[in-house]
């Protein structure tokens, strides 16, 4: 037989430690099991074989174990058997009337044997970060200590992706791991194509929320029926500042990851619906706002009127406000004409994109108003809405 690697990786109720260990012949690994079938232990042997080559492939497993562990009750499990059989099996298994189970990735999920201790799972390397995650997790969910043994070929023979899966399996040893194993995971495959095959990219590089972003402004722009325009930078929506405190105190959410959680979900929020639905949230949860978060969601929602004009960022403050347009901006040109030619005294338009406008700004309630009756007024004109409007009057 040829002389694989052996991965032992040790978990234990509420711990998981890992631990390597090198064996140099796959029977000395398979002798490991004496010890456990004498403790009355339960085990799986999982072999990734496909399923066109299962009766050929577990049928010599199993004898094999049977020679080594003479003391075991053995029994095998795999696709192709009839569901009564498959069911069968699993009961027995279950039930314990034998205590070692030969079979294949079948029991990826959907498995809960508190008293299954041990699992070794023959050419690891050719599994998943994924499934390898969800087979070591079918042993150990009870108080026993469990094992679960990563047989591979040499290092030497195996493939960079396949280690470095290995590598990311034995390193997580803390609970939660799961997310961390998928963050992983995409370093290692790529992100890939979004409907094709391929298994290709540097998510890595740029970090999973821009490439989420950037994938979202693509389907979006498709859906347009657009061109995505991949060499754009991402535009975070217009820039608002009207010289007040526009935040979620520190006494109002002590914890910081909370208090991040909640900035995401506020710059997030797409419609006024999910903004007053929000609100509610925040309020059931950690009380009565405070004025610098009214601030923020009423800043946010401005945000949203200016975000489809083309508006890219509005000050205002003291006696004056400036509105700024970004080159694709979406307003009605004949209201901004009259807004000039009846207050050229309060508006002026400067350099093609900027709107100035004057008044007495002191109070923060003005400010709001002000900016909210601009932007309702600068809105695009719908003319079909209008039409309607003149046929039902």
Known sequence: MAAPGFWDDQQQAARISTEHARVTRRLDGYRRLSGEVEEAAELFEMDPS????LREQLAPIAAELARIVPEAGIGVAHGQMPERELERVMLDFYHRRFNLLVCTTIIESGIDIPTANTIIINRADKLGLAQLHQLRGRVGRSHHRAYAYLLTPPRKTMTPDAV???EAIASMEELGAGFTLATHDLEIRGAG???GDEQSGQIHEIGYTLYSDLLARAVKALREGRRPELEKPLHQGPEIDLMMPALIPDDYIPDVHTRLVMYKRIASAATDEELRELQVEMIDRFGLLPAP???LFRMTALKQTAAPMGV??????GQEGRMLFGQEAAID???LVELLQRQPGRYRFEGGNKLRFGGNFEQEETRFATVAEL???LAPHDENQDEQTTRTT
């Open 164 to 166: 470095k899966r290995l």
């Open 375 to 377: 932007l309702s007024t």
């Open 50 to 53: 496909l399923e066109n080559e």
């Open 333 to 335: 040109t004949q209201k």
């Open 293 to 295: 978060l009214k601030n």
């Open 193 to 195: 194509e979004l409907l």
């Open 312 to 317: 890219t960022k509005i000050e205002v403050g």
